[in-house]
């Protein structure tokens, strides 16, 4: 196997990697208030965020970079820039807009716009404000939105004109829990749509001298939705004490620093986007470059080199799509300042991990979390070398086992190396989530004594990396094996004509399931019969014949959730003719 040295950590804190210890490598909210400091009033992510850093030393420091559709001048995409100092002001107005309009603690706000300024200062204000905030993905219709609206019961609404009259006016009189919806003008005109306010007259009239609302490291903060790949989306609720969890991993997992030039490209709808795009980097005092287009593989290549990105958070879909837009135009960019980069969401192929150290000049570090641990738990960390195709190892504090359920309805640990269970956290570390919204019965399944139970399954090696198998919903039974899904899309991949790939079990009267993949190819490939006999031969001379796909289709493309994400529930829904579920989390054209 090979095991490629990682990027030069530069942390002067260097993580603790001995294995779990108790309280004395557990990060939480004190360990971070001692670094940070106190927060006046007790703990809120916004006073970290912002407030923290309205000060003479950082006040004049870029906190975004939002880069726009057109060039400049000298041929680069132009960008606008707001200071620390700058968006702390607007953010506290906003906390008075929230105020003055009586918005109270504890009072849910929807975010759904695009990203635009306004949603990264409505975002914090409301923090500000101890509110519950529930930043929204913009592309969501009108039935996803008003179901996630009705189930957060939101108070308030903040939107943009356009997504108002595409999206909002339609739902508008089935939710009876909006009180307040402010709408942000197209090109910063100001709006009079009836029984809504506008965003900007409202900023104006406010003056942002309103102290932050005192909130406790428990008290709630966020309300995210789960990406939806397994089934319906689940609402799962997150404290403001999740602040240390961002901090530490932001450092660890990371390997922030406030020169930084950051770009994560999750949208903040989904809890990479807000972990990662909003609150860390605000933590750190770093630079967050914010694109609001859509993935285009010659833009998001430019943008890494204009803006001089230093430290790349994306996904395995965005670096499939790179791969697969071909060297030619990977080669016509270079990116001399890039010094990290990770990836999320996804398993990460182990192909993506040393195309980036090939072509972007670093290699990719995976790391492992989920909406419900709120931040990175398992991590391909600077300064430790990476096996590629591993998600890499706990972070400090995080007590990571595999599992495997017992007879008695309990769980038992898998003790020894490389033998797959279910990926257990041990609960308490700080960003853990508090609750599945309306489901106490789910919350209260996904624990077992100790153990937050993740429904992925996994291995872990004897130098303590862990292995992703495959979720639990997705798993194929086929003669006896278990088969990880990832492990066969794996060997496809590895396959210069394949471009992406996406494996489930089909339902076989003798041996249970038979595996059967799914395949898009690479430009200019042709998807035909010898091809499709040259990828089955390839799979089971990797894999053996028990594991290869039996069965191979050719696809223009797979579907994927919003978050980018291979929904295999609906390849095999589709394959069987049965119905395709809640499909609001799907992409369009999926
Ligand atoms: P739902 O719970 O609604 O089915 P989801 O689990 O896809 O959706 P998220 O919380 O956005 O929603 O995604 C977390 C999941 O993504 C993890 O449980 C895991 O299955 C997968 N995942 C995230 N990072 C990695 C990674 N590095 N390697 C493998 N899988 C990953
Ligand atoms: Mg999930």
């Not at 923290?52 to 880069?67: G, K, L, P, Q, T």
């Not at 309306?438 to 153990?451: H, K, L, T």
Request: charged content about 25%; aromatic content about 8%.
């Amino acid at each position: 196997m090979t095991i490629i040295p990682t990027s030069p950590s530069t942390n002067s804190v260097k993580p603790n990697f001995t294995d779990y210890d108790g309280e004395r490598t557990r990060f939480s909210w004190s360990d971070i208030e001692r670094q940070l400091g106190p927060a006046p009033g007790g703990c809120n992510i916004a006073y970290y965020a912002v407030d923290r850093h309205d000060c003479d030393s950082h006040r004049n420091e870029i906190a975004f970079r939002f880069v726009g559709p057109n060039t400049n001048d000298v041929g680069e995409l132009a960008t606008t820039e707001m200071t620390f100092g700058e968006f702390a002001l607007q953010v506290r107005k906003f906390t008075d807009v929230l105020r003055e309009l009586g918005v109270g603690k504890g009072d849910p706000v929807v975010v759904f716009t695009g990203r635009i300024p306004e949603l990264y200062v409505s975002i914090l204000g409301a923090l500000r404000n101890g509110n519950i905030v529930s930043p929204l993905f913009s592309a969501f219709g009108p039935e996803p939105l008003a179901t996630r609206i009705r189930l957060g019961d939101a108070h308030v609404l903040v939107t943009t004109e356009q997504l108002y009259r595409r999206r909002v006016e339609k739902i508008r009189g089935s939710l009876p829990s909006l009180r307040h919806i402010l709408v942000v003008g197209d090109s910063g005109s100001t709006t009079d749509i009836p029984d809504t306010l506008d965003f900007h007259s409202a900023m104006a009239d406010a003056d942002g001298d309103c102290d932050i609302t005192p909130t406790s490291a428990d008290d709630a903060a966020l309300l995210h939705f789960t990406s939806g790949t397994t089934g319906t989306p689940k609402g799962a609720i997150h404290v403001h004490g999740a602040v240390a969890t961002h901090y530490a991993t932001g450092l660890y997992a990371l390997d922030l620093h406030p020169s930084d030039v950051f770009w994560c490209t999750a949208d903040p709808g989904w809890v990479t986007g807000t972990s990662y795009g909003v609150i860390t980097p605000l933590l750190h005092g770093v630079t967050s470059i914010v694109d609001s287009n859509e993935f285009d593989a010659e833009r998001w290549y430019r943008i890494l080199e204009e803006q001089a990105v230093t430290v790349w958070y994306t996904a395995p879909t965005a670096i499939r799509m790179l791969m697969k837009s071909g060297p030619e135009l990977a080669h016509k960019y270079s990116h001399p300042n890039l010094r990290f980069i990770a990836s999320v969401g996804e398993p990460l192929n182990p192909d993506a991990v040393l195309w980036g150290r090939d072509v972007l000049g670093r290699p990719i570090h995976d790391n492992w979390w989920q909406t419900e641990t709120g931040g990175i738990m398992i991590a391909n960390t600077p300064g430790f070398a990476i096996k590629p195709g591993s998600m890499g190892r706990p972070l400090p504090g995080i007590d990571a086992c595999i599992v495997r359920r017992t007879d008695d309805g309990g769980t038992a640990p898998v003790e020894t190396p490389n033998v797959e269970g279910e990926l257990a956290i041990r609960r308490g570390w700080p960003s853990m989530f508090r609750g599945y919204l309306n489901n106490d019965d789910r919350y209260r399944r996904a624990f077992a004594g100790d153990w937050y139970l993740t429904g992925d399954l996994a291995k872990r090696d004897a130098d303590g990396y862990y292995w992703f198998v495959g979720r639990a919903d997705d798993v194929i039974k086929s003669a006896g094996h278990l088969i990880g899904p990832f492990e066969v899309e794996n060997v496809l991949m590895e396959h210069p004509a394949v471009a992406e790939a996406g494996v489930i079990g089909k339902p076989d009267p003798i041996v249970g399931a038979v595996v059967k993949a799914f395949v898009s190819v690479k430009k200019g490939q042709n998807p035909d019969d010898a091809l499709r006999r040259e990828l089955l031969g390839h799979s089971r001379k990797k894999l053996g014949a028990a594991v290869a796909p039996k069965e191979i289709e050719f696809v223009d493309v797979l579907p994927h959730t919003r978050s980018g994400k291979i929904m295999r529930r609906l390849l095999k829904a589709r394959e069987l003719g049965l119905p395709e579920g809640d499909t609001s989390t799907l992409e369009v054209g999926g």
